[in-house]
């Protein structure tokens, strides 16, 4: 019993001292735990709160870093400031970096870099990636670009595939971004100074032997291009050896996209494939001021193409072109001369229309229906060459429709010469070339001649000028030279000669044969009878001499079933009149003419556009006895 009692009170006593314990454990828990939660945010706050730091210290502890790896030295006016959180970061404010030449200079208002954890951990600092606010670079193109101390710099200077070049490709790098950012670049001469602003850039590029990714927009001349560059092996690429490569532009007036393998070195060079785009060709090239002398608008342009380009030339093959709704296949490609660039193609289609190539040609008729007297403005086309070559199995030059035709375009020394060397056109063929170039006194040179076998004279008329009262078959061959400054000018100036023969044609709105027949029996109805119907003509042929706008029409003849002709006269060229005499005369089936047969004489006067004919009055109603009387009486032995 009394065993009994006394383990109650030793139970008794050792519940009251566990419960006196855990009295105690709670009250030294709560303590602990409040200040282990004090340590906690007095922790988390200075992790989340910058700590200002010396610039000194701060740059002392980067400089080493950014110079080693980019050759770029550091210099800083403002504060600096270290955080933890969310991730460790540096901010340095009113920094300067430059290499030793100062090509290359940058001047931002703030600077914020990552830090990376492992190092830092270990007691150094080392920037994963940069961050650099309304940067103010500065680029000099007469000084060397890069530092002997830069990470590239020494990948640059390894030989390839020795083991100095592996250690420089895992030289480390990082990220740069720049933020609202201007880019100055001045010329070789520091005459010349151009400015890109806005500019909102990002180049990933861990490693230097890592790939490497730009992708940058700014705004440049009134636009807002985005660009894109990305290299597989930079270090390679910087040793002079190859590395496959992508880039992009895309802007209002430009679209251009590259993939292939890319070569630095004394001779750096791209080969791969090539396409682009833009709206307007002359926009795209102003925007690199390019000033090209293209003949036309040249809009709507697509291009893709296999290229080979270096610093001083470019070869495009596999070409696919099209531009103002012209499609080509071919070549194309630019080389130099010494310093002169000679631009050469060799290019194919199934269709042509050279009318957008004429767009932009000066007219040569002016509002009055006369030759225009506006002056001729010559575009500059003496800096650079061109030999240019085009087959088109159709082809339409103004009004002209060609086929299987092989034209050429030759630029040398501010001479241009367009050529058609053959073509089909209405059952015939055709050939000529055209030459311009500026004399001395700035006035235009023209050359030209042309040539025509066999052509349909009437389809020929219907397109050339829309007149339908010209058939049959035409040879013809004509050369013309002038000089001047507007077109009036130059056909005041005007010299040549031309040669034309028609056979197996006809002529409308005369009928020669008829008038002939019917003037022996009713004379004055002749000139009813001549302007209605038809004429057949075997062969007509006249030549044609020009000296200074005047056009003289000497051994003109023609002959058909019932008459033959003879005609000359003189055209003159600036005032775009005639004044041609004729005399027909009655003929057999074969256009013999008949002894003492009828004879007719008539005159072509007046503009070109809508000439007189009148026939010869007199010599009608002298064959009417009825209208003779009429006549005036002339005395023997006097003058008429």
């Known amino acids: 019993m009394s065993n009994s009692t006394g383990l109650s009170r030793e139970l008794d006593r050792l519940r009251t001292g566990m419960r006196q314990g855990r009295a105690v454990m709670r009250g030294l828990s709560r303590g602990w735990i409040a200040a282990m939660l004090a340590v906690a945010a007095i922790g988390l706050a200075a992790a989340v709160a910058p700590w200002t730091f010396s610039t000194g210290a701060m740059l002392e502890e980067i400089a080493g870093q950014i110079e080693a790896s980019c050759g770029l030295r550091a210099a800083a006016k403002g504060r600096s400031t270290f955080s933890l959180l969310p991730r460790p970061h540096i901010t340095i404010e009113d920094v300067a970096f430059a290499d030793p030449s100062f090509a290359l200079t940058i001047e931002s208002e703030r600077l914020r870099g990552n830090v990376r954890v492992p190092p830092l951990l270990a007691g150094r600092l080392e920037l994963s990636d940069v961050e650099l606010l309304r940067p103010r670079l500065s680029i000099a193109l007469d000084r060397k670009p890069m530092s002997a101390s830069g990470a590239a710099a020494r990948a640059a200077a390894a030989r390839p595939s020795t083991p100095e070049a592996e250690r420089a490709d895992r030289a480390p790098l990082g990220s740069v971004a720049i933020v609202s950012g201007e880019v100055r670049v001045l010329s070789g001469d520091g005459a010349r100074e151009e400015r890109i602003e806005n500019v909102d850039a990002t180049l990933d590029w861990t490693s230097v032997g890592a790939p ?19 290299v597989q092996k930079p270090g390679a690429l910087l040793r002079g050896e190859t590395s496959p490569m992508m880039m992009r532009i895309d802007s209002d007036n430009l679209r251009l996209e590259a993939d292939g393998v890319a070569q630095s070195g004394p001779k750096p060079r791209f080969n791969g494939r090539l396409s682009a785009s833009s709206p307007s060709l002359r926009n795209a090239l102003r925007l690199a001021d390019v000033f090209a002398p293209l003949p036309g608008p040249f809009e709507n342009v697509q291009l893709t193409a296999k290229a080979s380009v270096g610093l001083r030339d470019f070869q495009l093959t596999e070409l696919h072109f099209s531009a103002d709704e012209n499609d080509f296949e071919g070549v194309f490609g630019l080389r130099h001369d010494g310093d002169r660039p000679i631009l050469h193609g060799t290019l194919a289609s199934s269709f042509v229309s050279l009318k957008p190539m ?13 030759w225009s007297r506006e002056t001729f403005v010559l575009p500059a086309i003496d800096g650079a060459d061109v030999d240019l070559r085009l087959s088109a199995a159709r082809a339409r030059i103004l009004r002209l429709n060609l086929e299987d035709a092989a034209l050429s375009l030759m630029l040398r020394g501010g001479r241009l010469e367009v050529a058609l060397a053959e073509a089909q056109a209405y059952k015939g063929s055709v050939k000529g070339r055209v030459t311009l170039a500026a004399n001395a006194s700035g006035a235009i040179e023209l050359h030209a001649n042309a040539q025509t076998q066999a052509v349909d004279a009437g389809a020929l008329a219907w397109d050339l000028a829309a007149r339908p009262d010209l058939g049959g078959n035409l040879d013809s061959s004509i050369v013309l030279d002038a000089a001047g400054e507007s077109p009036a000018e130059m056909m005041r100036e005007l010299d040549g000669r031309a040669s034309l023969v028609l056979s197996e044609g006809e002529v409308g709105g005369i009928d020669l044969e008829r008038a002939l027949r019917r003037a022996d029996k009713r004379p004055l109805s002749s000139a009813l009878d001549i302007r209605s119907g038809h004429t057949l003509i075997d062969r007509a042929a006249a030549t044609i001499k020009i000296a200074k706008g005047a056009a003289a029409i000497v051994d003109g003849e023609a002959r058909g079933p019932g008459f033959s002709l003879a005609f000359a006269g003189s055209a003159r060229i600036p005032e775009r009149s005639l004044a041609i005499k ?4 009655e003929a057999d089936a074969a256009g013999s003419p008949r002894d003492n047969g009828v004879q007719i004489a008539f005159d072509v006067v007046g503009g070109w556009d809508e000439p007189s004919f009148a026939l010869d009055a007199a010599a009608l109603i002298k064959r009417s006895g009825a209208a003779a009387p009429l006549l005036p009486r002339i005395e023997p032995g006097t003058d008429r």
């Open 212 to 230: 490497a990714m730009f992708d940058a927009a700014f705004s440049w001349r009134g636009e807002r291009p985005r660009a894109m560059l990305w």
């Open 358 to 370: 004429t767009a932009d040609a000066p007219a040569l008729i002016g509002p009055d229906g006369q």
């Open 582 to 585: 004729a005399q027909a005369r």
